[in-house]
């Protein structure tokens, strides 16, 4: 039965008592300080170094200045009453050679970092992977080389001994799909390699270590909450011609099931998606078995929907993606479909999956221009985005959805990847010269939703 939320406004007891309210960012977006107190070189910094990769020639060299302005943004998010802070851990702070030597400085950092939120009453949750594998690995053939499994273990056992005395929310890998497709199949992020040579071994590969990593995180640390996280889109069709119909199922599956699939124990979805079955040469026996974990929750990021239709010369999906432009739509900074329902049919798909324990929406939100008017941001098409989102977060859950948590992305504008500082994200508008944060009007909404 579908129950009218609509109208209802929104607060936050409509989503009970134990759900979880939070905000998120990643290390490379925000930290800056890419070369200091021994870190070692990540996929990106080199990314950044090569010309033509990312919009209007700008790099993460600064980003938000995170690394030093910590205290002050963690200070934010307790003014905006939001209880939970998810950031990620870059690899190369830690290991800066990857594997071996372990740089104390590091982990001292993100020591503060955490000791700080837990100070002002905030709790943090960890990311281990979000993109930014160190360089010397990639040299070595990165997310390609099954070695990656061992290098990543250690990576694990090593941040799990450093925090695990103080965090108890801990997600292995951060949108599989997005950094294995655009890092190793499309080339638009980094390492940017290109092709199905590279796209193949990358996803068994990181399938794997999200696996691999939860084992080691809940025999490490048993009492911790483990989860990992995925993107999704909602897929439909173009039209109801059978062909794009097909075309659409592939695109569903490699958006949105071929990560979670076998996690969850039931293989890579090859028959939905033929090219998968390329795959079948990095499989060793055994492994799966070794795919297979049972995660405490499942992250979910989503930020629109796919129309798909069937495209003869897309070689190996054949389906192309209708953009939103094109249909007439209203769309966010990133020419992405605004389309908030998007959310409420995800929610549906995964609760479909009887493996699945619990939801947390572990980032949504949208890029939208902004501009500042007397010392203030007023970003009514962001805030109504949120409140759309989240009413059919609600609406989901009145029907007995497993979601129960949701997270904004993201707390301050940062460094879009290859887009560069264009895209805003932020419920907090950093002027990116002076480094002068402004809550917008949606990070007051927010908080004003949590009071
Ligand atoms: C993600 C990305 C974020 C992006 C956001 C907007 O996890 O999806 O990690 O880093 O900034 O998705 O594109």
């Excluded at 900074?333 to 493996?355: F, N, R, T």
Aim: charged letters at 25%; hydrophobic letters at 40%.
């Amino acid at each position: 039965m579908e129950s009218n939320t609509q109208n209802t406004p929104l607060s936050k007891q409509l989503f009970g008592e134990d759900f979880i309210w939070g905000v998120s960012t990643a290390a490379v977006q925000i930290e800056g300080a890419f070369d200091v107190d021994g870190k070692g070189e990540s996929i990106w910094d080199v990314f950044a170094t090569k010309k033509g990769k990312i919009l209007h020639g700008h790099h993460h060299y600064t980003a938000t200045d995170f690394y030093n302005r910590y205290q002050t943004d963690i200070d934010l998010i307790k003014q905006l009453n939001i209880p939970n802070f998810r950031f990620s851990i870059a690899w190369s702070r830690i290991l800066p050679d990857g594997t071996g030597k372990v740089n104390q400085a590091g982990i001292n950092y993100y020591r503060k970092v955490i000791q700080y939120c837990l100070d002002n009453g905030i709790e943090p949750w960890i990311t281990l992977y979000h993109w930014d594998i160190p360089h010397v690995l990639e040299a070595k053939g990165g997310w390609t080389n099954r070695d990656v499994v061992d290098w990543f273990s250690e990576y694990v056992a090593v941040c799990a001994d450093a925090f695990g005395d103080l965090v108890k929310h801990w997600m292995v890998m951060n949108e599989p799909a997005v950094f294995t497709g655009a890092g190793y199949f499309l080339g638009i992020h980094a390492p940017g390699r290109k092709g199905i040579r590279n796209f193949l071994p990358a996803i068994h590969h990181a399938v794997l270590c999200m696996a691999e990593g939860g084992r080691i995180l809940r025999k490490m640390l048993p009492k911790v909450e483990i989860g990992t996280t995925f993107s999704c889109s909602y897929v439909e069709p173009y039209s109801n011609k059978p062909k794009d119909v097909a075309a659409a199922l592939r695109v569903d599956t490699l958006l949105n099931r071929m990560y979670i699939e076998p996690i969850l124990g039931l293989g890579y979805p090859a028959d939905d998606l033929p090219v998968l079955k390329g795959m079948e040469k990095h499989i060793l026996p055994g492994d799966m078995e070794k795919v297979k974990f049972d995660f405490d929750f499942i992250g979910i990021q989503n930020y629109t929907r796919e129309i798909v239709k069937h495209s003869f010369f897309t070689p190996y999906i054949h389906a192309s993606l209708v953009k939103a432009e094109r249909r007439n739509v209203p769309i966010t900074a990133m020419k992405w479909e605004v389309y908030p329902e998007s959310i409420y049919h995800i929610l549906k798909k995964y609760d479909q999956y009887p493996q699945i324990k619990k939801i947390y929406l572990t980032e949504s939100g949208a890029a939208f221009k902004d501009e500042v008017v007397e010392n203030r941001v007023n970003d009514p098409k962001r805030t109504e985005y949120l409140q759309q989102f989240l009413q059919q977060v609600l609406k989901a859950k009145n029907e007995g959805s497993k979601v129960n948590g949701y997270f904004i992305w993201t707390l301050t504008d940062n460094f879009e990847w290859a887009e560069g500082y264009n895209p805003r994200f932020g419920i907090i508008y950093v002027n990116f010269e002076t480094q002068e944060r402004i809550v917008k009007a949606s990070g007051l909404w927010y908080a004003n939703l949590l009071r």
